[in-house]
Every structure is written in C-alpha cells, then in structure tokens.
C-alpha cells in the first residue's frame, strides 16, 4: 500500500472559508441586483407613467379654464366692439402645447416602461443563477470540502502514531 502525503489541510481550509465567503458575497449581490431591477421597474412602469397622467390631467383642466376665460372675456363685449382678449389667447395656446407635451410624454413613458420591464425581466434571470449559485451551489461546495477535509484529518491522525 502506497503512503499517502497529507500536510497542509489548513490550506484546503482557508479554500473552504473562502468559498462560503464567496458564497455570501453572492447573496448580497443577487439581493441587491433584486432590490435594484425592482427599484427600476417601478420608476418607469408606476412613478414615470403616473407623473405624466397626472401632468396631462392638469393641462387638460387648465385648458378648460383657459378656455372658459377667453371664451367670457369675448363674450362680455357689444356687437361691434372688439376686446382685446391677447393675454387669454396665449395661455389658450400654452396650454395647448402643454398639454400636447404631456401627452407625447405620457405615451414615450408608457413605452419606456414596456421597454424596461423586458430589460428586468431579461436581468432576472441570469440574476436567480447567481442567487442559486450563493445559496446552494457554493455552500454545498464548502460543505463537502469540510467534509473531505475531516477525513484528510482523520486519516493524518491515523498515520501519525500518537
């Protein structure tokens, strides 16, 4: 029977720390990967789309109102006599393009969202590898190398005559 050479298993186990080491690092990381892509799905897919709903109801009323103004400020004349109703014609228009805006906004987020939630959910996978990596795959690694290590141990006791 050929005698076998077993020194250094300290080394094996600071390989073995290392790898649990690695193996939390890896949680931390898919975690925070999670926390972030939601983080990200939320601001364009809720807080992006809502921002420019509620912009585009706000320039819709002050359109309204706009439009009521200018709408008494030509009517509370005679026949004949012309107002100028100048300053009420450009809020009609700015609200116009206002509004305008807020809607091309509303739509471009409402894309950007679709866009994003694809681009998570393309992310959410190869982040659940990661996540499957840390929690089983690297802490069944550094279990089983405990494991072979115990016995180098207790094949190194049986070698040395005590």
Avoid at 27 to 49: K, P, Y
């Amino acid at each position: 029977m050929t005698q076998s050479d077993v020194r250094d298993l300290d080394s094996l186990d600071a390989l073995r720390q290392a790898v649990e080491r690695l193996a939390d690092r890896m949680c931390l990381s898919s975690q925070s990967i999670h926390a972030t892509l939601n983080r990200v799905d939320e601001h364009f897919s809720v807080n992006q789309v809502t921002y420019w709903r509620d912009q585009t109801r706000v320039a819709e009323r002050e359109l309204t109102s706009a439009q009521d103004q200018l709408s008494r400020k030509r009517s509370t004349v005679r026949p004949g006599d012309r107002v100028p109703a100048t300053e009420e014609a450009k809020n009609v228009a700015r609200w116009k393009t206002r509004l305008r805006l807020c809607q091309e906004k509303e739509r471009l987020a409402r894309r950007i969202a679709i866009e994003m939630q694809q681009v998570c959910e393309k992310t959410r996978g190869p982040s659940a590898a990661l996540t499957e990596l840390g929690e089983v795959a690297l802490p069944t690694a550094a279990n089983r190398l405990l494991s072979l290590i115990d016995r180098l141990r207790a094949y190194q006791d049986g070698q040395n005559p005590g």
